[in-house]
């Protein structure tokens, strides 16, 4: 009698364990990192948000296709919903961004600086996911099942920000 209690036991225990059984771990897909900020913030009258976007397009792109990109999930956001934001006035700020398996060909910090007027010039980017601090060339990430990228950095100079992506020519 004394075996079966520690079998029962034992078989409890397991089983609080192993919730998934034979399953396979799942990570959750995605990237994780960094945002570091350099030199002034902009002052708070010209901050309405600020986002960590990721995009499935290359840049160029034209900036009135983002709301059909948004749509379509060729664009995500971190925080997802727009009246939210990253932290202001600090100098680094670390994300976790979830995503749909696929290749990210943008991933860039973008500061609305307007709530009214919905133009590139009130949507400026001011960090690029990049290894090239001279020309900003942006860096891909391949998200894949079970695939989870840590350390994707991103800085944030306030004295020089990236090139414009968006394609301005009708």
Known sequence: ???????LLLLGLF??????GLEPYKET???SGTITYRGTWLPDSEIVT???VASKVPPPFRFDSLLAMISSGDVQFVPPDFTQTLPTNVSVTQYAMLVPLATYNYLAVVLQKSQTEITPDNFPV???YSEDTITFSPKAITVRENQFHRNINITVDFQRFPPTPYELKK
């Open 29 to 31: 897909a995605g990237f």
């Open 50 to 52: 600020i986002h960590l």
């Open 1 to 7: 009698m004394k075996h079966n209690f520690y079998f």
């Open 15 to 20: 089983s609080l364990r192993c919730n998934h």
């Open 126 to 128: 001011i960090g690029v």
